[in-house]
C-alpha cells in the first residue's frame, strides 16, 4: 500500500541498510509514516523526506531498546 505516494525503493533500501533493520520492516515504516503525513497535508511536496526523517528516528528507537535489553 502507498497511500497515493511511490515510495522510493532506494530511499527505503538506503533506511534500511544505515539501521541493519529488514527491507520489509523499513517498507512498512515508511508507508505507516506516508499515510499519518497525507491525513493533515496540504502541500505534498516532502511528505517522502519527512517521513523519512521519521523512519529513522524510530529505528534509531528500536536499536536503543534493543541494546538496553528492553
Do not use: F
Not at 532506494?10 to 544505515?18: K, M, S, T, Y
Not at 516532502?46 to 521519521?54: E, H, P
Amino acid at each position: 500500500m502507498t497511500h497515493g505516494l511511490k515510495p522510493n525503493k532506494d530511499v527505503i533500501e538506503d533506511l534500511a541498510q544505515q539501521a541493519a533493520a529488514p527491507v520489509e520492516l523499513v517498507k512498512n515504516l515508511y508507508e505507516d509514516e506516508v499515510a499519518k503525513l497525507r491525513r493533515g497535508a496540504t502541500v505534498e511536496s516532502y511528505i517522502g523526506v519527512i517521513a523519512s526523517q521519521r523512519v529513522k528516528r524510530k529505528l534509531r528507537s528500536r536499536r536503543r531498546s534493543v541494546a538496553q535489553g528492553s
